[in-house]
């Protein structure tokens, strides 16, 4: 069960002050990313850096890094196991978005990071990281309609909520690719609290820095990337401008052509869970956003080869699946429906059911063959490499399906 509110973790964290600054992102889609952009960045600039993004990938711990290393096991379990105590003492009740929140922040008390990078979990206004006091820059990425039972029915609503971030005093970093709705929103929050604000223009990377400007011209980017990286770095000359006004961003910006986001238009080969030889393309595009990235994208790379696409697809309960799914898969494609498995730490997400989605898909005109699975991914992935016959495979629908398919593929690895 999902409970916002900000009472619990307060008097969960308020034993422990926290030693470091913060930069806080929010939005519906490209928190990872710009999360991912900014660590690398900073640990590059010579600034001893965590990150925390939700939900895990794979382990439950790999969502707190220090460095760019994942956090030991051993240290994770350690102080868990100290807020678990703690929660229990105090009788707070703490939800276990929570406790991973208050794990991750005294986390990074004991490895004495200067900055820690942290992405909202929902929402905003009401999450849990939004206990952070000392924060150098708010991110509002880019923002849609997703969790509206949670967050509100209109976008103007949501907006509300994850704009609930912006604090007095703080400067912030807004996406200016946002819909004119959202921009008027934060507009209104951003002059109420009297701050600063940069409006990100990645159709001209040079008003934010010379060197995006060249990195843009070099590299083959989808726009989603353009605006996320145009985030970053403006977000990072804020916060350094304050914390290490000697660290040079404009030197550092290169580094972001060797950031790899797992999960995102990631190339991954199959072997040996799979008999595949060529790479299939694996993508946590959950809603509608992130579902027309992913479809602009396969639509532009892999679609020309003029031989179809073959997907495998899961889905969250609650998700409209007719607008992540029908705007992407298109006639005489084939599609393995399948299920994620249960998500450690996050009893209440489930899958949609396969006969649902499976009923969603065939609705689609002219679209080919359809298989359902239950909850066998390893055996959707074989029928979908078999059907594909090394032509494009796309896994997508969930960044739970991306996780079990990477653990799938680690265990096999394992085994040769």
């Known amino acids: 069960m999902i409970e916002l ?37 900073l640990a590059a600039g010579g600034v001893r850096c965590g990150r925390f993004t939700s939900p895990h990938l794979i382990d439950r711990w790999d969502c707190i890094t220090i460095g760019e290393q994942v956090v030991q096991e051993s240290l994770f379990r350690q102080i868990e196991a100290r807020v678990k105590l703690r929660d229990e003492a105090l009788g707070i009740g703490a939800s276990e978005f929570e406790l991973l929140t208050a794990t991750a922040f005294e986390i990074f008390n004991h490895e004495r990071v200067d900055i820690g990078v942290v992405e909202v979990g929902m929402g905003g206004r009401l999450d849990a990281t939004n206990v952070l006091n000392e924060v150098l820059v708010s991110v509002i990425a880019k923002i849609g309609l997703d ?28 996406d200016s690719t946002n819909l004119p709705a959202v921009i008027r929103t934060v507009d209104d929050r951003i002059k109420e609290l009297k701050i600063d604000a940069v409006y990100t223009r990645p159709d001209a990377p040079e008003s934010h820095s010379p060197s995006l400007a060249r990195l843009f011209a070099t590299l083959d980017l989808q726009p989603h990337q353009r605006a996320n990286m145009s985030c ?23 580094r972001l052509s060797d950031v790899v986001w797992p999960g995102r238009l990631q190339n991954i080969v199959l072997k040996p869970l799979a008999a595949r030889e060529e790479p299939a393309l694996l993508d946590g595009a959950h809603n509608t956003q992130s579902a027309e ?14 031989t179809g696409v ?22 005489g494609d084939r599609v393995a429906v399948t299920a994620f498995g249960s998500v450690d730490g996050m009893p209440w997400v489930k899958a949609t059911d396969t006969e649902e989605v499976a009923s969603c898909v065939r609705s689609i005109p002219g679209i080919g063959q359809i298989q359902v699975f239950g909850d066998d991914i390893v055996a959707a992935i074989n029928w979908a490499c078999r059907e594909a016959n090394g032509n494009p495979l796309v896994i997508a629908g969930s ?18």
């Open 147 to 174: 969790h509206q039972s949670l967050l509100g029915d209109t976008i103007e609503e949501i907006t509300r909520e994850k704009a609930g971030i912006l604090k007095s005093g703080v400067p912030c970093v807004i």
């Open 293 to 306: 990235v992913l479809g602009e994208y396969v639509d532009r790379k892999l679609r020309p080869q003029g």
């Open 232 to 254: 970053a770095v403006s977000a990072l000359k804020l916060a350094l401008a304050q914390y290490r006004p000697e660290v040079d961003v404009d030197a550092l910006v290169p």
């Open 310 to 331: 073959t997907w495998v697809i899961a889905a969250s309960r609650g998700k409209d699946i007719t607008t992540l799914f029908h705007p992407i898969i298109k006639a």
């Open 399 to 416: 960044l739970y399906l991306v996780s079990d398919v990477l653990r799938h593929l680690r265990g096999a690895q394992k085994q040769t």
């Open 5 to 41: 509110g900000l009472s619990r973790i307060t008097r969960l964290v308020q034993q422990s002050p926290l030693t470091w600054k913060a930069i806080h992102i929010a939005g519906t889609n490209g928190k990872g990313s710009i999360s991912a952009y900014l660590s690398h960045l």
